[in-house]
């Protein structure tokens, strides 16, 4: 069960094995004592579990060395579980994830077997059929309509989990792009996206498959694309590319550092940057004379990724020249300079004045304009800036600095200050650098390092910015 992942209580290994409690010492702890290790969980009681993960690895493979080894095993231990107990519940949802099984069954009949017998004892239980529904769905023998089948029964069980309802929808984007038919693949996004109406629209998950949509029609055009396209097939496929990459900036706004969504980034940059045929339709659609700005600044991504920095310039300039007024490419230019080794710092400003109005909801470009005039050293104008971002800006923005380095950030010295404050998930530091406190999150400081940080203490820290302005990250002690 460490295996899985699987946090295993005395309670559990007794129904599972039928040792009594009263022979844990001499049948269970002693054999096994250069093996399995207790731990005392705050709040609860011991669990059990191999030394090291590596442990459980080889034991697994030798005693479920082929897929009916590896079912015999899991339904003794499900025969062994009893539902009504929280640890045995939590044990059964544990070693039923579809994706794991998936994995570890070659065989699509014994993991299938598997969740027979699991549902034979928790009948009621929604997660069984979703994590059935996605173990067909990972599966490369599974089936995509028991998947649909099962995630529907999930959902009748419990009607209201957003979790089962997003796994309905990543199953319809799957099914979508399986079909060879236009009709069907339109049926199934459209399916999809009702679903997503009816999720919470800051639902990092909703979020998520919306883009994964978009992204999935831009991949399919690029593919479908004839070198020849025709100017109407080619703006629209680059109105399509501007949804996709609108869709993908909205929501790393939202969530910054979420995995899921870097991933549908670097997969839409890798469609564009890789498909000749996508860059061909994009110049296609630019030389047809459009004002607005979207194709130009993805022309413009495309030459940078291949080595083309003058062709990107020429045409970021040709898109000024053709519209002075256009904020997005104000913002690209001045994002242009940041990222070459030297810069005038009035031109780039003056690209990220020019990119937002008094009255517009360009929040990221005012926030980077924020972060530039703090490098620059005009703290006190940054400050402001950051309050109005704060004040003004949607609810979800910006609200937590990204772990990764910006072209702002990358520029930025190492700072100092002294801790003001301590409280249970983040401190205060005070720093010259700053006229306001400087907010620190623990998950954001080094574990070993936080357990000896203390009020009054002398600290260097690293910046990264959030809409309220600056927080602290890589805290340490001014002597280490």
Not at 204 to 229: H, I, M, N, Q, T
Not at 408 to 428: D, H, N, Q, V, W
Not at 452 to 480: D, K, M, Y
Request: charged fraction near 30%; hydrophobic fraction near 40%.
């Amino acid at each position: 069960m460490h295996q899985f992942s699987v946090k295993v209580r005395a309670g559990t290994i007794s129904r599972i094995s039928g040792i009594d409690f009263r022979d844990y010492k001499e049948r269970f702890l002693e054999p096994l004592k250069n093996i399995v290790i207790a731990e005392d969980e705050p709040y609860s009681d011991y669990v059990y579990k191999t030394r090291h993960p590596r442990v459980a690895t080889l034991v697994y493979r030798q005693v479920c060395p082929d897929d009916q080894a590896k079912a015999r095993q899991f339904i003794r231990l499900i025969d062994g579980l009893d539902v009504g107990y929280s640890s045995d519940k939590r044990a059964l949802e544990e070693i039923t994830r579809g994706r794991a099984l998936a994995d570890t069954f070659t065989a699509v009949e014994e993991g299938r077997a598997l969740y027979e017998r699991a549902i034979s004892i928790a009948p009621a239980q929604a997660f069984l059929y979703q994590q059935w529904a996605l173990f067909e769905t990972h599966h490369s023998d599974g089936s995509a309509a028991l998947a649909e089948q099962h995630a529907a029964t999930a959902h009748q069980l419990d009607p209201r989990s957003n979790v089962i309802r997003h796994t309905q929808v990543e199953i319809d984007r799957r099914r979508a792009n399986e079909e060879n038919s236009p009709i069907l693949k339109d049926t199934f996004r459209r399916r999809a996206r009702t679903r997503l109406n009816e999720m919470p629209s800051n639902n990092r998950f909703a979020v998520s498959s919306r883009c994964k949509l978009l992204v999935d029609e831009v991949s399919e055009l690029s593919r479908d694309l004839a070198e020849d396209a025709k100017p109407h097939e080619a703006l629209f496929f680059a109105e399509n590319v501007k949804d996709a990459e609108d869709a993908v900036a909205r929501a790393q706004q939202q969530f910054p550092d979420d995995a899921d969504i870097i991933q549908v980034e670097a997969h839409l940059r890798a469609v564009l940057d890789q498909e000749h045929r996508a860059l061909l339709a994009l110049e296609r659609a630019w030389a047809a004379g459009p004002r607005g700005s979207g194709t130009p600044l993805r022309i413009a991504r495309i030459y940078q990724a291949r080595g083309r920095s003058d062709d990107a310039q020429k045409v970021l300039t040709d898109a000024l020249n053709r519209n002075p007024d256009d904020k997005s490419v104000h913002y690209a230019i001045a994002i242009r300079y940041l990222q070459q080794p030297d810069y005038d710092q009035s031109v780039v400003e003056n690209h990220l004045r020019n990119s937002f109005s008094s009255e517009d909801h360009n929040f990221e470009e005012r926030y980077m304009l924020a972060q530039f005039l703090f490098l620059k050293g005009d703290i006190d104008a940054a400050a402001t800036l950051f309050d109005l971002i704060d004040r003004r800006a949607p609810e979800n923005f910006r609200r937590t600095a990204p772990r990764k380095e910006t072209v702002i950030t990358a520029r930025l010295p190492e700072y100092s200050g002294m801790i003001e404050s301590i409280r249970e998930k983040f401190l205060f530091i005070r720093s010259g650098s700053y006229p306001r406190r400087i907010f620190a999150h623990y998950k954001y400081i080094d574990a070993d390092i936080l357990e000896f940080l203390s009020i009054g203490q002398e600290v260097n820290f690293l910046l990264r910015f959030n809409r309220q302005g600056p927080t602290a990250v890589n805290v340490r002690s001014a002597r280490s």
